[in-house]
């Protein structure tokens, strides 16, 4: 994570949008000690993609997460700089490899709405992202089961993405996955002050984390749950994601975890837009 936030528009190369600007490479987050996972096993996380975004394989720059069969949970930073190119925006489920320009299922988005209370800010030269959530609505409903919501517990959860795997590798487009511990308030608000709200989280080491392009993918935590399987009560796994990386200092740096924006904060507003 990220000298500067997770960004998609690039000063430093001096881009311009449509046609006075493009879209580059974000200085924002990518999985750091991870492996490679088939997406065939989180059917339900999301790659964001515009064409604009030549400098990426499938023009991806964020993640998002579907919490309905036409929703797809993401950070309002990334909504926020193609909010004007809703057109060229497509969601990618169950490609394992954006290298590759067929397998799994790409639709068009119809919709971007933003947290009203997004705001980005500057705390002695860190970035940060406040209220950090958006909902993208698809153009038509997919054959997927979403991914439940749920709120921060245990003590380690997951993070996924298509980004980096190193600093300046924009051509890392393989979905992977790390385990990162949870960080608890305490000692985030002691790595980044008042910059830490209450509806934030933090999770990731020295050895795990997020960073350039993860942005708006999500931290996941395992719940145990019963089930009757065949008229027996059976203990099961159930993937919750608990929050959306947004922000940190860096990636991966020493006492400097990832910060995501808490989803269980956003809830009612988020369910608004089902």
Known sequence: ?????????????????????????????????????????????????????????????????????????????????????????????????????????TVKVKKIWINPAFREGDLNGLETERNDVAVLTLAKKVKIKPVKLGSVTGKSGYVLGWGETKRLRVGDVRLRKATV????????????????????????????????????????????????IQGQLEDRWEPRVVGLTSWAKGCAQPGYPGVYARVSSFLDLIKKQL
């Not at 997406?39 to 064409?51: I, V």
């Not at 926020?80 to 925006?89: D, P, T």
């Not at 392009?213 to 996941?220: A, K, N, Q, R």
Request: with cysteine; proline share 7%.
């Open 1 to 105: 994570m990220r000298p500067t936030p997770h960004k998609i528009l690039s000063s430093a190369a001096g881009a311009v949008l449509l046609g006075a600007a493009v879209l580059a490479p974000s200085p924002a987050q990518a999985i750091i000690g991870g492996h490679a996972v088939s997406a065939k096993s989180y059917p339900w996380m999301a790659a964001l993609t515009s064409p604009v975004v030549f400098v990426r394989p499938s023009g991806h720059f964020c993640g998002g997460v579907l919490i309905k069969a036409d929703k797809v949970l993401t950070a309002a930073h990334c909504a926020k700089q193609v909010r004007f190119l809703i057109g060229s925006l497509r969601v990618t489920f169950g490609r394992s490899d954006l290298g590759r320009k067929k397998g799994g299922t």
């Open 181 to 228: 511990p949870l960080v608890s308030q305490g000692d985030c608000a002691r790595a980044y002050g008042r910059a830490l709200e209450p509806n934030m989280t933090c999770a990731g080491s020295p050895k795990a984390d997020t960073c350039r392009f993860d942005s708006g993918g999500p931290l996941v935590v395992q719940v145990k749950k019963k089930v009757r």
